[in-house]
């Protein structure tokens, strides 16, 4: 037997773990199911190289390529999603629960006192139109806390993303952000205690869990995501024949759309547990409003733990990731800081630094990478301004829900109508919007869905900012609504006006934040998914930013200008992100190492035209995909090859 041969039948000899082996848990590796030995064997040169994984060494029959005319001719679906990607969205529903159940009440809680006539825990006399609180430091003092807990939560997300993709890996990280979150809901629960807050010591208590839950939940948010994308493994295009007899392309792109939309419903459905909070807050106090998150947060460890040997976990790999900031330095230091030079980056090619006598360790895929990444980087750039339109700024939506009639019921209430209208609405855009577009061949593009976002966004802006005009005229005090105090103190203008603002803010989310997750984890190299993401999460900190700026101004009679002028600003915007990014749609989702794949092939030709004299010389021939190979692909391959 020659070497070549040898090679081969050891391979499919192996027992593979079955860690390698594919979605659709079949052996990559072993003879195709039904076939006798008398049938052809998959070979080594036979294998179809996986985007990513070594998990998803495919097959050839079960994962066959599309031609260049079947890509363009067929119809594209989404693959099937994990199981475990589910329940990884789960354990981000109960931690958005618990973060925006606590998150919508704290505006009252800081902004009124304990209601006169009230229960002592923060509830107002049933029947009344008064608001609930606790600590009555007024609009200001709400506002500007707001903006910083929400400015804490999305920076924080970049210490958390470096330590998971440099240190401990995603899932160590999930777990420490865990516990710190769970810390300060029963710090919460404990401060919000009906004698704690009569006795006038709640604001320590509280500061303490303010801090603690920002931090907590920094550190989970931008690993989450990432994690749940990492379970669909097969990140490459193929085709197969449905029930029906059609012919289809399996799509990647598609099939991280429709994850990415299934996770944000569930972050909405997470969210949308704050109407418990905000009638525990009413009829009962704060207590109560937030012991119930606090109870739901108790799923995260449990669901963490039950599906802890089900996970992909991805290791950390800071090697790669100091090549980037190397890639970087160099660019610019090449380009002598001329950011805006053309062929920015062909000067940090290796192949280039070659012809000049330098030798660099990385390669010219990775700086294709870099570019890619510091592009959407730049398009998370635009989403400040249209954040501060998605729900106003700070706590101008509740507060403008306190001068309007609202017949008992939260003053922020209506803020539960927008994770109400995304989860309507995920499923509508997953299974029957996107789907018939791609029927009609009607190609709905990363950039075109963020634009439509935006405008949705400036129009829910404007009809804000309508409804504090009207406000203002019919209020008891004019223009000087919010601490009105003749009469009932409030406009005769139900709070339901304020659902046109807050459906359509909703409604640009699904175009806009889903889009923006699926830009994070694309368009980023493998070691850096977390970081990438959390610099995604980095617009809303810079949103919040943006909102401390405006603060002094947050009062009667400016209210109108609070909500117009982001409004105006956010359209101007819009027309210009548009012509600037439009090239965008017509790019690859995700990069594959073409180079690499053309050496491999080359490199198994030889491999099985010539014999070994050691099967040990076997290549080591795992491609990369930029959005997600690892260091554990190379030790996967050593294990086939060995």
Not at 44 to 52: F, G, K, R, S
Not at 124 to 135: I, M, N, R
Not at 548 to 570: F, K, N
Request: net charge neutral.
């Amino acid at each position: 037997m020659s070497g070549g041969e040898h090679v081969v039948t050891e391979i499919l000899a192996t027992n593979i773990p079955s860690e390698v082996l594919d979605p659709h848990k079949r052996n990559s590796f072993a003879i195709a199911e039904g076939k006798g030995t008398e049938e052809k064997r998959l070979s080594i040169v036979d294998l179809e190289p996986v985007a990513e994984r070594p998990h998803e060494t495919a097959d050839i029959e079960l994962y066959p390529p599309p031609t260049d005319e079947e890509r363009t001719t067929l119809r594209k679906v989404a693959d099937s999603i994990p199981a475990v990607s589910y329940t990884l969205c789960i354990v981000e529903f109960a931690e958005r629960a618990s973060y925006y159940g606590v998150q919508t009440i704290f505006s009252n809680f800081m902004q009124f006192s304990l209601p006169k006539g009230g229960n002592g825990a923060g509830a107002p006399p049933p029947g009344t139109e008064e608001t609930a609180g606790a600590l009555g430091k007024g609009l200001q003092f709400a506002s500007a806390l707001g903006l910083l807990f929400t400015f804490l939560a999305y920076v924080v997300p970049i210490f958390g993303g470096w330590l998971a993709d440099t240190r401990l890996g995603r899932f160590k990280t999930i777990m420490i952000g865990t516990l710190i979150a769970g810390f300060a809901h029963v710090i919460m629960i404990l401060g919000a205690l009906p004698s704690v807050l009569q006795a006038g010591h709640g604001i320590a208590p509280f500061m303490v869990s303010f801090f603690l839950l920002a931090f907590g939940a920094g550190v989970f948010k931008p690993n989450v995501c990432p994690t749940v994308i990492d379970q669909y493994v097969h990140q490459r295009e193929y085709t197969k024949v449905l029930k029906s007899g059609e012919k289809v392309l399996v799509d990647p792109e598609t099939t991280i759309q429709r994850i990415m939309l299934w996770f944000y419903g569930f972050i909405n459905i997470g969210a949308f547990f704050a109407i418990a909070t905000t009638y525990g807050e009413k009829r009962i106090g704060y207590w109560l409003a937030f012991l119930c998150p606090g109870i739901v947060y108790l799923l995260l460890p449990i669901l963490l733990l039950a599906v802890y040997k089900k996970i992909i976990k991805k290791p950390p790999n800071g090697s790669e990731l100091n090549d980037v900031f190397r890639i970087i330095f160099t660019a610019v230091k090449r380009n002598k800081g001329n950011f805006w030079a053309k062929n920015f980056w062909d000067k940090a090619m290796p192949s280039s630094l070659a012809a000049e006598g330098v030798e660099v360790h990385y390669n010219d895929k990775l700086v294709n990478d870099v570019k890619r990444t510091l592009s959407a980087c730049a398009v998370f750039l635009y989403f400040p301004i249209y954040n501060i339109n998605d729900g106003g700024i700070a706590s101008v939506l509740t507060s403008q829900g306190s001068t309007m009639t609202t017949k008992g019921a939260p003053n922020d209430l209506l803020t539960n109508f927008n994770p109400l209208t995304i989860i309507v609405s995920i499923p509508i855009l997953s299974h029957i919007v996107y789907p018939t577009l791609r029927h009609y061949n009607i190609r709905f593009g990363r950039i075109k869905r963020i634009t439509f976002g935006f405008c949705l966004a400036a129009i829910s802006g404007m009809c804000a900012a309508i409804v504090q005009w009207r406000v203002y005229k019919t209020s008891p005090c004019g223009y000087y609504a919010t601490d009105c105090d003749v009469g009932t103190g409030v406009s005769p203008l139900t709070i339901w006006w304020q659902l046109p603002n807050v459906m359509l803010g909703a409604l640009s989310e699904c175009f806009c934040n889903v889009t923006s997750y699926e830009l994070a984890y694309a368009r980023s190299p493998p070691s850096m998914k977390a970081f990438v993401m959390a610099l995604c999460l980095f617009s809303t900190a810079l949103s919040s930013a943006l909102g401390e700026i405006v603060t002094p101004a947050i009062s009667d009679p400016h209210l109108i200008w609070v909500w117009a002028g982001p409004a105006i600003a956010l359209a101007v915007q819009t027309v210009i992100f548009w012509f600037r990014w439009k090239h965008m749609d017509e790019d690859e989702f995700l990069t594959y190492a073409e180079e690499a794949e053309v050496e491999r092939r080359a490199s198994i030709s030889s491999v099985s035209k010539a014999p070994l004299s050691d099967e040990k010389k076997a290549p080591e021939t795992v491609p990369e995909l930029s959005s997600g190979s690892e260091n554990g692909e190379k030790e996967a391959s050593r294990e086939i090859k060995e």
